[in-house]
């Protein structure tokens, strides 16, 4: 949700001083382009390796596609069950875990290796602490790395969700220490982060404030009892009046 009270594209980015939500890269000749910050472009920022290398294995024989591993420490759970799970058929779910198995032979990532990933996309600012926050978002049982099942649901949530399920899993990332409400203090360390991974060749400038007044605006939306945290409840039924007005599929 943005100061003014529309919605990002799945992005949960902010918006720059309160105005356009994109900002702008510096060309090499000096030209401002504005970047594309889609729901499925930024998913592929932090996870486009493992499903570009997917491809590579497409003509092999389907046996080979059955969530088998011999040589790794963790295996997944079959198909079967992922695919109740999840929204993405089972072609979908070989082709998604060929990409995984390769990137990750160990089938598991640790945050450091996804900082990694994350920030090849990035480099014009530090994304390791956005990145920091999106890891815990996809460590659901919080042990310290994602498995591939972790990967495809919430991957899953990101690409075919309801709005209801976006936006639970939205709370989550903004629900840092995971205690059910988000405060000020969280939804500030989320708009920094997001604004160190944009870097400063933004445009309009990013004033140093902006993060800060983004989220009072947030607040006053949001905390409708005012008692200086937000509710799940609070953030459902907010962000939902404002997706009623927009052409989102549920």
Not at 107 to 135: C, R
């Amino acid at each position: 949700l943005q100061a003014d009270g529309k919605m990002v594209d799945g992005s949960l980015l902010g918006d720059a001083n309160g105005v356009e939500p994109a900002p702008g890269r510096l060309k090499d000749s000096g030209k401002w382009q504005r970047p594309r910050f889609s729901r499925k472009a930024l998913m592929k920022c932090c996870l486009v390796k493992w499903i570009i290398t997917s491809k590579q294995a497409q003509d092999k024989d389907s046996s080979d596609s059955d969530l088998e591993m011999s040589t790794v420490r963790h295996q997944p759970e079959g198909l079967d069950q992922l695919q109740a799970q999840t929204k993405f058929t089972r072609k979908e779910l070989q082709s998604l875990y060929r990409g995984f198995k390769n990137e990750c032979p160990s089938g598991l990532v640790d945050e450091e290796t996804f900082k990694s990933i994350y920030s090849q996309f990035f480099p014009q600012g530090d994304a390791s602490t956005y990145a920091h926050f999106l890891f815990n978002a996809f460590d659901l049982d919080r042990n310290g790395s994602i498995r591939f099942e972790d990967f495809v649901i919430g991957l899953s949530v990101l690409l075919r969700g309801s709005v209801t399920e976006k936006l639970n899993w939205a709370f989550n990332l903004y629900d840092i220490n995971k205690d059910g409400c988000i405060t000020k203090e969280e939804m500030l360390a989320i708009m920094k982060s997001i604004y160190d991974m944009m870097g400063r060749y933004t445009y309009p400038c990013v004033r140093d404030e902006a993060p800060s007044e983004h989220v009072d605006k947030f607040f006053q939306k949001m905390d409708r009892n005012r008692d200086g945290v937000v509710t799940i409840e609070e953030f459902i039924e907010t962000c939902q009046k404002v997706t009623h007005a927009l052409p989102l599929k549920k």
